[in-house]
């Protein structure tokens, strides 16, 4: 039997759905692995440039 319009466009649906998420996963992970790139620099820098120049 043929698939009902309906039932294709909950498919699709649910494909772009879980597609999205993975790319706000994808996003997540990535912000936060900047977010410690950016902290490990920091903490690498304090001694050089000194405590005066906290943002």
């Known amino acids: 039997s043929a698939m009902s319009p309906q039932h294709m466009n ?3 649906t ?3 759905m879980n597609y999205l998420n ?13 977010v410690q790139v950016f902290q490990e ?8 440039g000194g405590s005066n120049e906290q943002v």
């Open 22 to 34: 993975y790319l706000n996963y994808l996003n997540y992970s990535m912000i936060i692995r900047v």
């Open 41 to 48: 620099i920091r903490v690498l820098q304090t001694p050089l």
């Open 14 to 16: 649910h494909k772009k």
């Open 10 to 12: 909950y498919c699709t």
